[in-house]
């Protein structure tokens, strides 16, 4: 989850969602986009499933 400027956990935003989303479809990997954002690898591999069967609903 990411941090605010005080260390605290946060819920992600939807442009940070967006951003996941886009750098996943340039061909970047969950680790990487994680080291280029403020979410967790963990959140990353969540939300994309998510999104993913989101989707196919």
Known sequence: ???SADGKRRESTKLE???VIQLHAEGYTYHQ???CTAISESNIVQ???K???DKDS
Do not use: C, G, L, T
Request: no cysteine.
């Open 33 to 35: 986009i994680a080291d």
């Open 17 to 19: 969602h967006i951003e």
């Open 47 to 49: 939300k994309s499933f």
């Open 1 to 3: 989850m990411p941090q």
């Open 51 to 53: 999104m993913v069967n």
